[in-house]
């Protein structure tokens, strides 16, 4: 079907043609689409991070959490000491023997107990504070002996915190 537009004119089809508005419109609503799809992956991929940091972090601060509560509650030798005795404040942790010797312990980039440095941990580094608590209250900090032991273990990158473990260490009657 065709129609005339005037006296001698051309014949236009009657057909539906796509116009520039159409053109436009479509252009626009794929771009807003694109858009919103690359903010979801980008948005995506930083939660990713944010998992990856703190799964290695905890590890990290797991594996020192689990050197330390394997130690023995008061030290051998001289149970007296808080904190590392003499001979154990070289640098490393091969001489700690007991609990409190880690307290204020920190150590950037980590190294296992023998000073060999874990794979993949620069940039990080863990902490570790020790304080007796009440036996049955652990929250509450005590500023003498009270047969419990409060270890915290902190596992930063660049200076943000990813995981923070605590565990309870008590004496041995």
Not at 15 to 32: D, K, L, P
Not at 37 to 51: D, E, N, P, Y
Request: charged share 20%; aromatic share 4%; proline share 6%.
């Amino acid at each position: 079907m065709t129609r005339l537009t005037g006296p001698g004119a051309h014949r236009l089809p009657c057909g539906r043609a796509f116009t520039i508005v159409e053109a436009v419109i479509s252009t626009v609503i794929v771009s807003v689409m694109l858009v919103a799809a690359l903010t979801t992956v980008g948005a995506s991929r930083l939660i990713q991070q944010k998992v990856a940091m703190r799964n290695r972090g905890r590890l990290l601060a797991e594996s020192l959490l689990a050197e330390i509560v394997q130690q023995a509650y008061d030290d051998p030798s001289d149970p007296a000491v808080f904190g590392p005795e003499s001979g154990e404040q070289t640098g490393d942790r091969s001489d700690f023997d007991d609990v409190d010797d880690y307290h204020n312990w920190s150590q950037s980039p980590p190294e296992d107990k023998n000073g060999v440095a874990i794979p993949e941990a620069d940039g990080w580094q863990r902490t570790v504070t020790v304080q007796w608590v009440d036996p049955l209250d652990p929250t509450q900090s005590k500023s003498g002996e009270t047969k419990a032991k409060r270890i915290t273990v902190t596992a930063r990158h660049n200076n943000m915190s990813h995981a923070t473990l605590v565990a309870i260490r008590a004496a041995h009657q």
